[in-house]
C-alpha cells in the first residue's frame, strides 16, 4: 500500500495567493483540494451602503489584472437596474477598453506565466535566454493592450474613465487612430504567437466539459450576452441565480460555483471558443486551424493556443472599432436614481463574471453579489487534477508537482479575484 | 571581480496584485532590470525561489489575518530595505472599509461558513506591524515612481518623489478646476501626488488613490464641498474611499458620521 502526497505551498505565475493539495493511494487520487488562502475581503459586504456611481471604482479593486472586467460588469448591472441605454459608440469604445484588457491579459499568460511550464524554464526571463524573439513579441504586444486601456482609460490598473451612462471623458478619433499602423504589426505578430504556441507540447488528456459562455447575436461575445452552455442553455443574466450556486468549502477563501445540478463547468477560452466559434473572424479561425484546434477544444493545456487565438481576435476587433469609431457627442447620459435590481456580466480574460446589486430608492446599493471566473472554474480544476494525476504517477515528486501546477495554470487562475489561489501538495503513501 | 547583482524580493498580503504587476508592466525596461538585479523572490512571475537575505523586499498588500501578522515579520527578518508599495500595503487599502463595521457582522454578507475564516479584525497597513523604509502610495503604484525608488535604494540615494498635492499637479498641466469650474467634489487638494492628476484630466473630481499627502487640511475642503451642496453623508463616503484608513481621511469621514440617535 503507498501513499504519496504532492503538496504546493505556493503556487506560483498565477494572481494571487493558493495552494494544491493531491493525496494517491495505490495509484488512485484520493483526494484533490485547491486550497485558497487569500484573505476574503469581502467587497459584496463592503458595497453595501454606498452609492451606484461607486461601483465600478470600488470592484475594479477586486483585481488589478482584469479591473475593466469589473469595471464593465458593475456598470452594465447599474445601467440594467436604472434603466439607462448608452450611445451605439461609447458601447463601441468600452469593448475597445475591454479588448485592450485582453490583449495585456492574455499575453501575459501566454508568454509570461503559462509557456515556461512547456518548455522547461521556471520563469519569462529565463525563457528570454533562449527564446529571446518570443517574449520581446509578447511584451510589445502586452505594452499595445495596456497603451490602449491607458488612452481610454488614463492608465492599465484601474482604469477611471468609464461611468454609469457612458464615460467621464471620450477619446477624440486622432487619438484611437495613431494605433492602426501598430495594431497592423501587432495583428503580424499575434499570428506568430499562435504558430508559437502551436509547436508546444501537450499532453494527451481530454474531459468532457460543461462549457459555459456569453453569447451575442451579431459578435463574438465579450461585454454583454445571454448565457448558453454546451448542454443547450440560454438564459438571461436575471436566470443566473436559478442556474449556478456557490458553496463555502472549509479549504478556501473562495466561493466554489456548480450548475444547481451540482455540476462542475468550465468557463473561459476553451468555452467561448467552443459556444462562439463561428463568431470569430476568418483570420482568427484559419489561425486556430492552422495551429490543429478543432472547433471543439477539450484539453485544457491547449487554452494556450486559443487565448493566443483570441488575442489576435482581439487586435482585429480593436482594429475594425477604431476605423468605424466616430466620437460621440456626449460621452455621458443623464443617470437618475431609482429603487431596483440590476444583473451584468461580461466576459473577463478568465470567462464569465457575473454581478447583481440592489438599489434603493436614493440609489445605494443594498446588495450586491459579484461571482469571478476562478470561483467557477475551482470545482473543473479539481476534477481535471484527479484525471490527469494517475497518468503520471511514474514522475518523480518534483516533476509530478510541476506537472499539477501546468494543469491549473491552464485556467489562468485568478486567486485575488476568487477570493476573491495555490500551493501544491501532493500526498503518496 | 564580478560584483554581485543585488537581491529582489516581492511579497503579497492582502490585495488586488495590481501593484506588483506594475514591475511586470514595465514592458520597456522589464529584461534590463532583471539584468542588473536578481529577480530572487517574485512568486507572480516565477517558480524560482532565491532564498533571502534580500537586499530589497517590495511589499504589496494589506495585514488582516493572523498568519500574515506573522509572516510580516519573517519578511521584515529577511529583507535589507523593506518597501511597501500600494494603497493596502501603506493604508491598509479598499479592504479597510471593514474597519468601520464589525466584521463578525460582515462575513455572514459574504460568505456561507464564517467559522471556516480565519480573519482579524482590522486591515492595517505594514508600518502598523514592522518597520518599513520607504513608502510608495498609490491605487495603483505608478510603475514610473517603482522604478525611481528601485533605482534609488539599489544605488544608495534617496528617491525623488513629489510629495505635494494632486491639485499642484493640475496646476502645472494646466488642467480646469473640476471643483471651481463644475462644482464637482474633488480630493485634489488634501491628496498625494503621484498620478499626474488623472481624473481631473478625464473631467472628474479626484478619488483619492494615492492618499493624504503631509498635513492636509482636509476639514477646509469639507467646508468647500459642503458649499457646493454635498451632503454629508457624500461628504463621508468621499474621504472613506481607497485610503479610507489612512489617518487624515479616517478622521474626517468619522466627523461626518451620522450623530448618535440613541434609537436602536
Not at chain 1, 451579431?218 to 443566473?240: P, Q, V
Not at chain 2, 479598499?94 to 482590522?122: C, H, T, W
Not at chain 2, 539599489?154 to 510629495?163: E, F, H, Q
Amino acid at each position: 500500500m503507498r501513499t504519496r502526497t504532492i503538496k504546493v505551498d505556493y503556487l506560483a505565475r498565477v494572481e494571487g495567493e493558493g495552494a494544491l493539495y493531491v493525496k494517491v493511494h495505490d495509484g488512485v487520487v484520493d483526494d484533490v483540494r485547491l486550497k485558497i488562502f487569500e484573505p476574503p475581503r469581502f467587497f459584496e459586504a463592503l458595497l453595501r451602503g454606498r452609492e451606484y456611481s461607486e461601483a465600478p471604482d470600488i470592484t475594479a479593486r477586486i483585481c488589478g489584472i482584469c479591473p475593466v472586467a469589473y469595471q464593465i460588469g458593475a456598470t452594465h448591472a447599474m445601467e440594467n437596474a436604472l434603466g439607462v441605454s448608452v450611445d451605439p459608440q461609447v458601447r463601441a469604445l468600452r469593448r475597445l477598453l475591454y479588448c485592450g484588457e485582453w490583449i495585456e491579459s492574455h499575453v501575459l499568460h501566454v508568454a509570461m506565466l503559462h509557456a515556461p511550464d512547456f518548455l522547461g524554464y521556471q520563469d519569462a526571463i529565463a525563457m528570454a535566454g533562449d527564446h529571446p524573439d518570443i517574449v520581446q513579441t509578447a511584451l510589445r504586444l502586452k505594452k499595445l493592450g495596456n497603451d490602449i486601456m491607458t488612452t481610454i482609460g488614463g492608465r492599465e490598473i484601474h482604469p477611471v474613465s468609464v461611468r454609469i451612462g457612458g464615460f467621464y471623458k471620450v477619446p477624440e478619433r486622432r487619438d484611437l487612430v495613431e494605433y492602426l499602423p501598430r495594431l497592423a504589426t501587432a495583428r503580424e505578430e499575434a499570428l506568430a504567437l499562435v504558430r508559437f504556441t502551436a509547436t508546444l507540447p501537450f499532453p494527451d488528456f481530454e474531459q468532457d466539459y460543461l462549457f459555459v459562455a456569453l453569447h451575442h447575436p451579431d459578435e463574438y461575445a465579450i461585454t454583454e450576452g445571454r448565457l448558453i452552455s454546451s448542454r443547450g442553455l440560454d438564459i438571461g443574466l436575471d436566470e443566473y441565480d436559478r442556474h449556478f450556486t456557490e458553496e463555502h468549502v472549509r479549504h478556501s477563501n473562495a466561493l466554489h460555483s456548480s450548475t444547481s445540478d451540482g455540476d462542475n463547468y468550465m468557463v473561459g477560452p476553451l468555452a467561448r471558443f467552443a459556444l462562439n466559434y463561428d463568431q470569430l473572424s476568418p483570420l482568427a479561425r484559419q489561425a486556430a486551424t492552422e495551429a490543429g484546434l478543432d472547433r471543439v477544444c477539450r484539453n485544457p493545456f491547449k487554452s494556450i493556443i486559443v487565448r493566443a487565438v483570441e488575442t489576435l481576435y482581439a487586435i482585429e476587433e480593436a482594429e475594425r472599432i477604431i476605423g468605424e469609431y466616430v466620437k460621440p457627442e456626449h460621452a455621458s447620459v443623464a443617470v437618475t436614481p431609482r429603487a431596483g435590481t440590476g444583473y451584468g456580466c461580461t466576459e473577463a480574460p478568465r470567462g464569465i463574471c457575473y454581478h447583481r446589486y440592489r438599489l434603493d430608492d436614493g440609489g445605494l446599493i443594498t446588495d450586491a453579489k459579484i461571482v469571478p471566473p476562478t470561483s467557477q472554474n475551482q470545482k473543473t480544476i479539481e476534477s481535471d487534477l484527479r484525471a490527469f494525476v494517475p497518468q503520471y504517477l511514474d514522475l518523480d515528486n518534483d516533476m509530478l508537482t510541476w506537472r499539477c501546477e501546468q494543469a491549473v495554470r491552464n485556467y489562468d487562475p485568478c486567486i485575488s479575484c476568487a477570493t476573491h489561489f495555490l500551493r501544491l501538495e501532493v500526498v503518496r503513501d | 571581480m564580478p560584483t554581485r547583482k543585488p537581491k529582489l524580493a516581492v511579497w503579497k498580503f492582502s490585495s488586488c496584485d495590481g501593484c506588483q504587476l506594475s514591475l511586470l508592466d514595465c514592458e520597456d525596461e522589464l529584461l534590463a532590470v532583471a539584468a542588473g538585479i536578481d529577480i530572487a523572490n517574485f512568486p507572480e512571475a516565477s517558480r524560482a525561489v532565491v532564498k533571502g537575505p534580500y537586499d530589497v523586499s517590495l511589499v504589496e498588500g494589506s495585514i488582516t489575518t493572523p498568519h500574515d501578522a506573522e509572516r510580516i515579520h519573517q519578511v521584515r527578518r529577511s529583507s535589507k530595505v523593506l518597501i511597501s508599495i500600494g494603497a493596502c500595503a501603506t493604508a491598509g487599502g479598499i479592504q479597510a472599509l471593514r474597519n468601520f463595521a464589525d466584521v463578525r457582522e460582515l462575513a455572514p454578507m459574504v460568505y456561507a461558513n464564517p467559522s471556516y475564516l480565519e480573519i482579524l479584525g482590522k486591515s492595517t497597513p505594514i508600518a502598523d506591524h514592522v518597520f518599513v523604509d520607504y513608502e510608495l502610495r498609490g491605487c495603483p503604484i505608478s510603475k514610473h515612481q517603482l522604478l525611481e525608488v528601485l533605482n534609488a535604494y539599489l544605488n544608495g540615494r534617496k528617491p525623488v518623489i513629489a510629495s505635494h498635492s494632486v491639485c499642484i499637479e493640475c496646476k502645472s498641466k494646466g488642467v480646469t478646476c473640476v471643483t471651481v469650474a463644475q462644482g464637482t467634489p474633488c480630493l485634489g487638494p488634501v491628496a498625494h501626488a503621484g498620478c499626474g492628476a488623472l481624473c481631473p484630466t478625464f473631467n472628474r473630481g479626484c478619488y483619492g488613490c494615492f492618499g493624504p499627502m503631509e498635513t492636509p487640511n482636509t476639514a477646509s475642503l469639507a467646508g468647500v464641498w459642503a458649499w457646493h451642496g454635498v451632503d454629508d453623508p457624500r461628504i463621508l463616503r468621499g474621504f472613506r474611499g481607497i485610503n479610507a484608513y489612512a489617518e487624515p481621511f479616517r478622521r474626517e469621514s468619522e466627523a461626518h458620521e451620522a450623530p448618535y440617535s440613541g434609537e436602536q
